[in-house]
C-alpha cells in the first residue's frame, strides 16, 4: 500500500490558557459565544469607547444575512465587512457592544482580528531558506541563491502547470503523464506484449486527482507570481519537471516517475539533481524493493531523492520503508514553532542493518528521519480540478487574503515537508554543483539544530538549516557538526532493554455502544510500552490508556489490506487498557460532532501484540542515587538535556557557561553558528577549543528556532568581547537563556510591571526585585509564569499578627548547579512541547 504523505488525521486537544483560565477561577461569566481569550484580554484592558476589531462567526451555513447586519447596528455595530459565502463578518466594536452580541443566540464565537501567518513564508523563515535568498551579500555574491542551474522532478499526482507560479514551458520545463498502471493493462488488453513504458508530454494539467502535486511543486520552486511573491517556493529559480501518476499511486506509477529522471536527466538546459517523493508505504525496509532499486540507481547518477517519512506517528517503527534508504533524505513533519508534530512518522530505536546491493557495494541503513523541515499548515499553490483543496475551504477563507483564495491552499503532511527540503537541496546544488547525493546528506545532517526532548529514531538529526547548509554547500564556512546531538557521544545515557515477552491482545470494534477495552499490567521496571496491529479493509486506529488515563493514540489504518498501525507511551507502573476506535475526524474536521458513535468504521475485531522496553538504569549519574533531584536528571538525560562527566555527573557543582552555552544546544532547539568570516567572535576562546562551537551559537543573533526573524538577540551574551566560558552561571542570567531560547525576547523586553510569582491562586511580590537589573525583570517574570525557574518563599509573623505573610524572592545572583539544572531543563521541555498540536 502506497500513500500520498498529506491531511494527516490528527487529534486536536483544546487548551484553556491562562487568561481564560484566570477569569474563570475569579468568577467572570463567559457569555453563550465563544470568545478567544486574546480578545478578552483586551477587553479588560480597554476603555469603555475603545473599538476593537472582531470577527464574528454565526452558526449557520450560509452568509451574514440583512436581519443579522441589521441586529449588530441595533447594537452600535456599524462598521464592518461580511463574507460573500461564508457565515462571517468583521466590525468594530466596543467591549459592552461585544458582551451584548455574545449574548446573541445566532452567534458561534467573537474573536480579535489578530495578526495572522503565512505558512509557507514561516515555513521558508524557520528553516533559514528565506535568509539565504535574501542575503547574498553573506556568502559573497552580488545575485541571491535561488536554484537556478537545477532540475527538480516532482513525482506525484502531477502538476498544474496553467498556474502562473507554475506555468509550462516557463517555469515547468515539462509536464509528463504517466499513469503506467492503467497503460499497461490497455496493452495488455489491445496489445498484448511486453511493451515500453509511455507517456504523455507537454500537458498543461496533469494534476487531474488530488492537488497534492500542485501544491508540493509550488513549495519546491513556485515563483510566487499570484501573490507577489508572498508565497513563493523555496527555490524559485530552479527549473520544475512534473511527473504524474495520478489520485491513485502504485508501485509502478512511482518507478516510472524515477525512471523518467534517469532516462531524461540531461534532456532540459539544467540537469535534473533532485526528486520529491511525498508517497511512500509501511512494512520493513528491503534494499530490493523496486523503488530502493530505482532511487540507488539515481544515487549513482547524482540525482537526490528526498522522500516523505510518512504520516503513521506518533508511534515508533511507522517510518516509510523507502525513506530508510541510506542513499535518500527522509523528511519529517514539524510545526511552525519548532516541535516535531504528532503524526510525523518514527524510526525504531536501535533497529540498523548491513546489507549488499547487487554492484557489490555494502551499505548499512538506519530506521530514522534524517531530517524535520515544517509540514503543518503550509500553503502553496493550488490545483482549481484538485479534491483536496475544497478539504481546506474554511481555512483557507479564514487566513488568506480574498485575492489570492483561487490560487493557493494549505496542506499539512510530511507531503508538505519533502517539497521544502527538495528545494532547499537545489539551493545547495546551484551554490555547488559538485556535491554528490552522499554529500548533500551529510551537510543537511550536519548543519541540522537539535530539537527539545527529540532522540534521532524521532527526529533525526533535529530541524533543518538551511542558511548553514548553503554556506556549507558554497565553501563560505565549513566545520559544522559538532553540537549536533546524533553525531555525539554521550557519557551520560538511559538504558533500555528488551527481554519482555509480547503481549497478544484481542479487542472487538463496534461503531456504537461500550468501547470495549482490554487491560495489562506494567511493572515497575517498564520504560516503554507499545502496540501494534495489522488491520484489514478497515479505517481503525489503536488507543492506549496509561493508569493516569493519558491516551496515546496510533494513526488511522486505510482501507487496505494490511495496513499495519502502532502506537507507544512512556512507561508507568500499573494497569493499562488497550482499544480500538474509528475515524473521528477527516483534515480537522469532526466527523461526528454529537460523540454517539466510537468513530467510524467497520465491525470487527482487532488481533495485536503488545511490546515493552526494560529501564536497564543510566550510565555515568553514579552519584545521583540519594540526590532529591534524581527523576529530573534521568529525565534530562533521558531526552539529551544535560550529560555528565566520563566519571560521574557531579549534580551539586555549579554550571559553567560553557556548559549552559552546550545545554542550550543540546536541548533548547538553539541554531547551529559559526562566523562566516573564519574567525572567533572572542578574545578567550579560540576556534580550535572543544566549546568553541557551542559559545558562537549561543551569542549569535536568530539563534532560538522560533526565532522566524533570526534577528533577535543570542540565548546568552559576551562581556566586554569575552565569552568568560569558566564563570559560574546565576539565577537570572539563566532565566534569560532559557526566556531567550523561547524566543520571547520582545514579551520580556516589553514588561514594565511588578515583579510577581502566582502561588496558591495570588499574586505575590517579589521582595528582591530592585537587585534584578530593569532589562532583566521581563524575562524573569516569563521564566517564573512558565515555571521554569522556582521562586523562594518564607514565612513570617510577628507576635501580634493574627495572620503570617507570605514573601517570595528570586535570588538572581545565586548560582545555579547542574542539577538545578537538569530541573529547569525538564521544565523547559514540557512548556516547549505543550504547543504541539
Known amino acids: 500500500m502506497l500513500f500520498h504523505a498529506s491531511t494527516p488525521a490528527k487529534h486536536r486537544t483544546f487548551k484553556v490558557c491562562a487568561i481564560a483560565a484566570g477569569l474563570f477561577a475569579s468568577g467572570v461569566a463567559l457569555a453563550d459565544a465563544q470568545l478567544d481569550p486574546q480578545l478578552l484580554s483586551r477587553m479588560e484592558s480597554a476603555l469603555p469607547t475603545d473599538e476593537l476589531q472582531i470577527v464574528v462567526s454565526y452558526e449557520q451555513s450560509v452568509p451574514v444575512t440583512t436581519g443579522q447586519i441589521a441586529a449588530l447596528n441595533a447594537l452600535g455595530i456599524t462598521k464592518g465587512v461580511t463574507m460573500r459565502t461564508l457565515p462571517i463578518a468583521g466590525a468594530l466594536a466596543t467591549p459592552a457592544e461585544i458582551r451584548a452580541l455574545a449574548l446573541r443566540n445566532d452567534v458561534a464565537s467573537i474573536y480579535f482580528n489578530a495578526p495572522l501567518r503565512y505558512f509557507n513564508k514561516e515555513a521558508r523563515e524557520i528553516t533559514g531558506a528565506a535568509r539565504a535568498v535574501q542575503n547574498p551579500g553573506d556568502y559573497g555574491r552580488a545575485i541571491p541563491f535561488s536554484g537556478a542551474g537545477v532540475t527538480v522532478l516532482v513525482n506525484d499526482s502531477g502538476v498544474d502547470a496553467t498556474h502562473e507560479d507554475l506555468k509550462l514551458g516557463e517555469h515547468v520545463v515539462q509536464n509528463v503523464l504517466g499513469a503506467q498502471n492503467i497503460l499497461a493493462e490497455l496493452a495488455t488488453e489491445f496489445a498484448p506484449g511486453i511493451v515500453p513504458v509511455t507517456y504523455l508530454e507537454g500537458v498543461p494539467n496533469t494534476d487531474l486527482g488530488s492537488g497534492h502535486g500542485t501544491h508540493c511543486a509550488g513549495t519546491i520552486g513556485g515563483t510566487g507570481e499570484r501573490s507577489n511573491g508572498l508565497y513563493r517556493g523555496v527555490a524559485p529559480g530552479a527549473d520544475l519537471v512534473g511527473y504524474g501518476s495520478g489520485a491513485v499511486i502504485l508501485v509502478l506509477d512511482a518507478v516510472g516517475g524515477l525512471d523518467y529522471a534517469a532516462t531524461n536527466q540531461f534532456s532540459f538546459d539544467s540537469a535534473i539533481r533532485v526528486t520529491s517523493n511525498s508517497w511512500g508505504s509501511s512494512g520493513p525496509f528491503d534494499p530490493m524493493n523496486p523503488v530502493n532499486i530505482a532511487t540507488y540507481e539515481l544515487y549513482k547518477r547524482g540525482i537526490v531523492s528526498v522522500f516523505a517519512a510518512g504520516n503513521d506517528g506518533p508511534g515508533e517503527d511507522t517510518h516509510n520503508p523507502y525513506a530508510q534508504a541510506p542513499w535518500v533524505i527522509s523528511v519529517g513533519a514539524g510545526e511552525k514553532d519548532g516541535v516535531l508534530t504528532s503524526f510525523s512518522s518514527r524510526g525504531k530505536r536501535g533497529e540498523t542493518g548491513t546489507f549488499t546491493m547487487p554492484d557489490g557495494k555494502s551499505w548499512t541503513y538506519v530506521n530514522k528521519p534524517t531530517i524535520v523541515a515544517t509540514g503543518v499548515d503550509i500553503v502553496s499553490t493550488r490545483d482549481l480540478l484538485g479534491v483536496l483543496p475544497p478539504l481546506e475551504a474554511q481555512h483557507d477563507a479564514e487566513t488568506l487574503a480574498p485575492a489570492y483564495l483561487p490560487f493557493y491552499t494549505h496542506m499539512s503532511g510530511t507531503s508538505m515537508a519533502t517539497p521544502h527540503v527538495a528545494g532547499i537541496v537545489a539551493l545547495m546544488l546551484e551554490a555547488n554543483p559538485h556535491l554528490t547525493p552522499a554529500q548533500v546528506k551529510n551537510i543537511i545532517e550536519r548543519t541540522a ?45 538511559a538504558i533500555l532493554l528488551g527481554g519482555v515477552p509480547n503481549r497478544p491482545f484481542s479487542v472487538d470494534f463496534a461503531p456504537v455502544g461500550t468501547v470495549e477495552e482490554e487491560e495489562f499490567t506494567v511493572g515497575n521496571d517498564i520504560a516503554w510500552v507499545a502496540a501494534r496491529a495489522t488491520i484489514g479493509e478497515n479505517t481503525l486506529a489503536l488507543v492506549l490508556t496509561d493508569p493516569d488515563g493519558i491516551k496515546y493514540g496510533s494513526a488511522i489504518a486505510l482501507p487496505v489490506l494490511g495496513d499495519t498501525v502502532t502506537t507507544g507511551a512512556p512507561g508507568k507502573p500499573g494497569v493499562w487498557k488497550i482499544s480500538v476506535r474509528g475515524i473521528g475526524s477527516v483534515s480537522g474536521a469532526d466527523v461526528d460532532p454529537l460523540n454517539v458513535t466510537n468513530g467510524y468504521g467497520l465491525p470487527g475485531t482487532v488481533n495485536g501484540e503488545i511490546s515493552f522496553l526494560r529501564s536497564g538504569g543510566y550510565t555515568g549519574l553514579n552519584d545521583i542515587a540519594n540526590h532529591p533531584a534524581r527523576q529530573a536528571i534521568e ?57 568553541y562551537a557551542y559559545a558562537e551559537s549561543a551569542v549569535a543573533n536568530g539563534g532560538a528556532l522560533r526565532d522566524l526573524t533570526q534577528g533577535q538577540n543570542g540565548v546568552m551574551g559576551k562581556l566586554n568581547g569575552a565569552f568568560r566560558p569558566n564563570d559560574n552561571v546565576t539565577r537570572v542570567s539563566l532565566a534569560y537563556s532559557l526566556v531567550q531560547s523561547m524566543a520571547l525576547q520582545n514579551e520580556a523586553q516589553a514588561f514594565t510591571g511588578e515583579l510577581t510569582v502566582f502561588y496558591d491562586g495570588k499574586r505575590f511580590p517579589i521582595d528582591d526585585a530592585g537587585s534584578i537589573p530593569a532589562s532583566l525583570r521581563g524575562y524573569v517574570q516569563l521564566a517564573l509564569d512558565r515555571g521554569l525557574i522556582n521562586a523562594r518563599f518564607t514565612v513570617t509573623q510577628g507576635p501580634f499578627d493574627l495572620f503570617p505573610t507570605l514573601h517570595a524572592y528570586f535570588d538572581p545572583n545565586k548560582t545555579v548547579t547542574r542539577a538545578a539544572f537538569a530541573v529547569a531543563a525538564g521544565r523547559y521541555q514540557v512548556s516547549y512541547q505543550s504547543v504541539e498540536d
Open 635 to 691: 529525565f534530562a538525560v533521558a531526552n539529551r538535556l544535560v550529560d555528565g562527566y566520563p566519571d560521574n555527573f557531579r549534580p551539586d557543582q555549579n554550571l559553567k557557561r560553557s556548559e549552559l552555552a552546550q545545554y542550550l544546544l543540546m536541548g533548547q532547539s538553539v541554531r547551529q553558528h559559526l562566523p562566516f568570516n573564519g574567525r572567533s567572535s572572542f578574545s578567550d576562546l579560540a576556534a580550535g577549543d572543544s566549546r
Open 449 to 493: 539544530t537539535n530539537m527539545t526532548g527529540r532522540l534521532s529514531w524521532e527526529a533525526g538529526h533535529g530541524h533543518i538549516n538551511a542558511y548553514a547548509a548553503v554556506a556549507e554547500a558554497a565553501g563560505t564556512r565549513a566545520g559544522w557538526g559538532g553540537t549536533v546531538n546524533a553525531l555525539r557521544t554521550f557519557n551520560s545515557n
